[in-house]
C-alpha cells in the first residue's frame, strides 16, 4: 500500500519555525520522483486550501499568497520525502497540514483537492500568540 506519513507538527509560538517532514513508502512510490507533491492545510471550519506544491524534480515551486516569502517546500527524491520550512508562524497558520501525492502529470491545476492520489493523515500545527 502507499503511504505518506507526516511528522514534525507541534505548538509554537508567533515567529517561530517548524519544519514538516513527509515520507512516502509503499509500491506506489517506488518511483516517488514521477510525483507532483503538494502541502495543504486546513483549519477548524474551513476548506482545505493548498500552501504549497513542488514539482517531479524540486525545481519549480507555488506558494499561497498567504505564505508567500515564509514558506519553503523542498523535496528529497533519493528519500522519498517532502519538507515544508516554515517561519514566521503566525496565529492564523494554526490548522491541520497534509502532505499530497499527484501522479504526474496532474489532471487538475495544483490547488485542487482531486489533482492528488494519495493524502496523508495530517499533523497539527498551532501557533500561539
Known amino acids: 500500500q502507499a503511504q505518506l506519513v507526516e511528522s514534525g507538527g ?4 508567533a515567529g517561530g ?16 520522483s514521477r510525483y507532483f ?19 517531479l524534480n524540486g525545481i519549480t515551486t507555488y506558494y499561497a499568497d498567504s505564505v508567500k ?5 523542498s523535496r528529497d527524491n533519493s528519500k522519498n520525502t517532502v519538507y515544508l520550512q516554515m ?18 502529470p496532474i489532471s487538475r491545476p495544483y490547488y485542487y483537492r482531486g489533482a492528488y492520489d494519495y493524502w496523508g493523515q495530517g ?7
Open 10 to 13: 507541534g505548538l509554537v509560538q
Open 17 to 32: 519555525s517548524l519544519r514538516l517532514s513527509c515520507a512516502a513508502s509503499g509500491r506506489a512510490f517506488s518511483a516517488f
Open 37 to 55: 507533491m503538494a502541502w495543504f492545510r486546513q483549519a477548524p471550519g474551513k476548506e482545505r486550501e493548498c500552501v504549497a506544491a513542488i514539482t
Open 69 to 73: 516569502g515564509r514558506f519553503t517546500i
Open 87 to 104: 517561519n514566521s508562524l503566525k496565529p492564523e497558520d494554526t490548522a491541520v497540514y497534509y502532505c499530497a501525492a499527484g501522479g504526474s
Open 123 to 129: 499533523t497539527q500545527v498551532t501557533v500561539s500568540s
